[in-house]
């Protein structure tokens, strides 16, 4: 009994260990490309544009840099070039991001009923409204594991400020007697 609990916990700890390296690599990144020179962000910007293309030595550098390990490689591909786009706010839901941009529901709805791939595929058109930075921790883990639960907390970043500023727009425009 004493051995299932020691493997037990030495499975989450690595479990956390994962997690906490996958978190300061998305902060990381999403710093790096902030301060890296105008035509490195956009041969950034250009990955993934052409199927048989291999990445710049800007994407390297990064891989280099944050020990990007060869089975984590097409999850960078996908999320570099929105990384360029969108700065890394530290706290910033990226469901609020896209409900202060005015993102349909519609698409928000569809988006999240994609399968994983597709919705890495998809991201960038589904971001290209929001012209503010979000938390990439959050969209990074959301876009790598694409869990039931991760997709409804951008669900519900996405809904409850949508139905905060729907609110406050209500509150502003009513009646004042």
Same mark, same amino acid.
């Given at each position: 009994?004493?051995?299932?609990?020691?493997?037990?916990?030495?499975?989450?700890?690595?479990?956390?260990?994962?997690?906490?390296?996958?978190?300061?690599?998305?902060?990381?990144?999403?710093?790096?490309?902030?301060?890296?020179?105008?035509?490195?962000?956009?041969?950034?910007?250009?990955?993934?544009?052409?199927?048989?293309?291999?990445?710049?030595?800007?994407?390297?550098?990064?891989?280099?840099?944050?020990?990007?390990?060869?089975?984590?490689?097409?999850?960078?591909?996908?999320?570099? @070039?929105?990384? *360029?786009?969108?700065?890394?706010?530290?706290? =910033?839901?990226?469901? $609020? %991001?896209? #409900?202060?941009?005015?993102? !349909? @529901?519609?698409? *928000?709805?569809?988006?999240?009923?994609?399968? =994983?791939?597709?919705? $890495? %595929?998809? #991201?960038?058109?589904?971001? !290209?409204?929001?012209?503010?930075?979000?938390?990439?921790?959050?969209?990074?883990?959301?876009?790598?594991?694409?869990?039931?639960?991760?997709?409804?907390?951008?669900?519900?970043?996405?809904?409850?400020?949508?139905?905060?500023?729907?609110?406050?727009?209500?509150?502003?425009?009513?009646?004042?007697?």
């Amino acid at each position: 009994m004493a051995k299932t609990s020691e493997v037990l916990s030495t499975e989450s700890g690595t479990a956390r260990e994962v997690g906490r390296s996958m978190s300061s690599k998305l902060s990381g990144v999403a710093a790096y490309i902030v301060n890296l020179p105008r035509g490195d962000r956009a041969e950034l910007r250009r990955i993934g544009r052409w199927e048989a293309e291999i990445p710049p030595e800007v994407f390297w550098r990064i891989v280099a840099r944050y020990n990007i390990a060869p089975d984590e490689e097409d999850f960078w591909l996908a999320i570099i @070039p929105l990384m *360029v786009h969108h700065e890394h706010v530290r706290g =910033r839901k990226p469901g $609020r %991001a896209l #409900a202060e941009a005015g993102v !349909s @529901p519609a698409r *928000v709805r569809k988006w999240l009923r994609l399968t =994983r791939v597709k919705a $890495r %595929a998809e #991201a960038g058109r589904l971001f !290209s409204q929001v012209k503010t930075g979000f938390d990439w921790v959050k969209l990074g883990f959301l876009l790598l594991n694409w869990k039931e639960e991760d997709r409804r907390t951008l669900a519900r970043g996405y809904f409850l400020s949508r139905d905060l500023q729907e609110g406050s727009a209500a509150s502003r425009g009513g009646n004042t007697r």
